[in-house]
């Protein structure tokens, strides 16, 4: 079942854009404030997205040109601004198709469908989604080199994402340091064992509630180290 996240501050037109998406098989989840909604939208697995323009703390515009930094997930842009610089700038940021309030719902679903069918298509001939590894509020994008931990971006250095990932790819299982520095540095570990403790510190302070008592790099004594799920 596809699933499809509505950002519409206009509680009255969001529940009924959702009422006739049910009614079409579809799961919909609806956010009223535009920062709630792009957090939704980059940190869970929606098929679509169906923004309107006008929203509080931030506006359609903004989502869609943060989404689209991320995901091809189709866009459909809502809003009763009728004038065309908005539907170009709309398309422009990205968005896959823009309606002009009032519209009717039955041609809403039409649209949505239609998108979603076309974008089945365009995967099936190798457009690809990024590579996403997910665990406990961690998401890693390896495709773009990117880390959120409970959906705040965190800058991390090549060797510390080489080494967070590898850890996070190979959960509940120990390596030592020898066998990381091997495996993230490529090279023998003689006089250099440090370095992966220094880079695994670094790690634990950008993706730990309290690096006294980790939650997800564990320290196996006397061993090295596991990435606990």
């Not at 009223?32 to 697995?45: I, Q, S, Y």
């Not at 298509?121 to 990024?130: A, D, H, K, P």
């Not at 998401?139 to 931990?149: E, H, P, S």
Request: charged share 35%.
């Amino acid at each position: 079942m596809s699933k499809i996240l509505i950002v519409e501050d206009e509680e009255a037109i969001a529940d009924l854009e959702k009422d006739y998406l049910e009614l079409s098989g579809f799961e919909v989840e609806i956010e009223h404030r535009g920062d709630v909604g792009l957090k939704r939208a980059l940190t869970e697995d929606f098929n679509l997205f169906i923004l309107d323009l006008m929203l509080p703390e931030m506006d359609g515009f903004d989502i869609c040109r943060e989404i689209r930094a991320q995901k091809n997930t189709p866009i459909i842009m809502v809003s009763a601004k009728k004038d065309d610089i908005d539907k170009i700038r709309g398309l422009g940021l990205g968005a896959d198709d823009y309606m002009t309030k009032p519209f009717s719902p039955s041609e809403l679903v039409a649209r949505v469908k239609a998108h979603l069918a076309r974008y089945e298509r365009l995967i099936g001939t190798g457009v690809q989604e990024n590579d996403i590894v997910e665990i406990r509020g961690i998401k890693i994008d390896k495709t773009a080199r990117r880390v959120w931990v409970n959906g705040e971006e965190k800058n991390f250095t090549t060797k510390e994402f080489d080494l967070l990932t590898f850890l996070a790819q190979n959960p509940n299982r120990v390596f030592t340091k020898d066998e990381l520095f091997r495996e993230i540095w490529d090279m023998e570990s003689v006089g250099d064992i440090a370095t992966v403790t220094v880079h695994i510190k670094k790690i634990r302070e950008k993706i730990e509630f309290n690096t006294a008592k980790p939650q997800y790099i564990e320290t196996i004594w006397g061993v090295g180290y596991r990435f606990k799920v």
